[in-house]
Nanobody
Framework: QVQLVESGGGLVQAGGSLRLSCTAS????????MGWYRQDPGKQRELVAR???????NYADSVKGRFTISRDNAKNTVYLQMNSLKPEDTAVYYC?????????WGQGTQVTVSS
């Protein structure tokens, strides 16, 4: 069964921090890479961070140095530590494989950063 469950979002002031969690079904988690995506209304979903099974990570330029992705293979869980948050980080955040599972996304978790 395909499953993605994101949590940890919320409302935070600029400069604050949040930690997102995502538990995935094994069929997704065992993929070569897992990623965190975000989407603002009216905009395309973008990949902000990914982590390979090897532990290698990549980040979008907009979050580099502020966000850290990690994974716990024993728990099929991927995390996103977000520090120094900015209002432009406001979005719904999703996790998925990289590339993502076709036509399947979890409910996402809303992150709102106030100025």
């Amino acid at each position: 069964q395909v499953q993605l469950v994101e949590s940890g979002g919320g409302l935070v002031q600029a400069g604050g921090s949040l930690r997102l969690s995502c538990t995935a079904s094994r069929s997704i988690f065992s993929r070569n890479a897992m990623g965190w995506y975000r989407q603002d209304p009216g905009k395309q979903r973008e990949l902000v961070a990914r982590i390979f099974t090897s532990g290698i990570t990549n980040y979008a330029d907009s979050v580099k140095g502020r966000f850290t992705i990690s994974r716990d293979n024993a728990k099929n869980t991927v995390y996103l530590q977000m520090n120094s948050l900015k209002p432009e980080d406001t979005a719904v955040y999703y996790c998925n494989g990289v590339p993502p599972v076709i036509n399947y996304w979890g409910q996402g978790t809303q992150v709102t950063v106030s100025s």
